[in-house]
């Protein structure tokens, strides 16, 4: 298999992330690039991250595209979709992890799967929740 380094060479090319000190063919070398392009950015990251860093990396670059959640900031191993279709708009709550987890909502919602009303989410180990504006 050929590996190729990443090269810097547009000046307006940042280096993010460089490999440590290793087996000497990568030592220094760029591990993550970025650079504005029109209206956003293109970030290349060509190694693979441990988790902690990957987590600051996607933090960083949803930051930098001014993402942000519409729904409520999730806690860690909780992932909400937003889901929109026919005029309607649900958020899917996953917890990944083996712990209890508890999402504040923003304000009293509807939770579809177990059909209550409540401004908070209890999700089991690995539970599931749909949520919805309530209907009045």
Do not use: C
């Not at 030592?27 to 029109?38: C, H, I, L």
């Not at 600051?56 to 519409?70: P, V, Y």
């Not at 909502?105 to 309530?134: D, F």
Request: a positive charge; glycine letters at 6%; charged letters at 20%.
């Amino acid at each position: 298999m050929w590996a190729e380094r990443i090269k810097a060479t547009a000046p307006n090319v940042e280096v993010l992330l460089r490999f440590g000190i290793s087996n000497g063919w990568l030592d220094d070398q760029a591990a993550a690039v970025t650079r504005k392009f029109g209206k956003g950015r293109i970030t290349y990251i060509g190694a693979v991250l441990d988790e902690k860093t990957m987590a600051a990396a996607a933090e960083w670059m949803a930051k930098d595209a001014g993402l942000t959640s519409s729904l409520t900031p999730a806690p860690a191993g909780v992932e909400i979709s937003r889901r929109v279709a026919n005029g309607r708009e649900v958020y899917l709550a996953v917890n990944a992890t083996s712990e209890l987890k508890t999402l504040q909502l923003p304000r009293t919602m509807k939770l579809l799967l177990s059909q209550t009303e409540a401004s908070r989410v209890e999700l089991p180990a690995y539970g599931v929740e749909v949520i919805s504006n309530v209907q009045h």
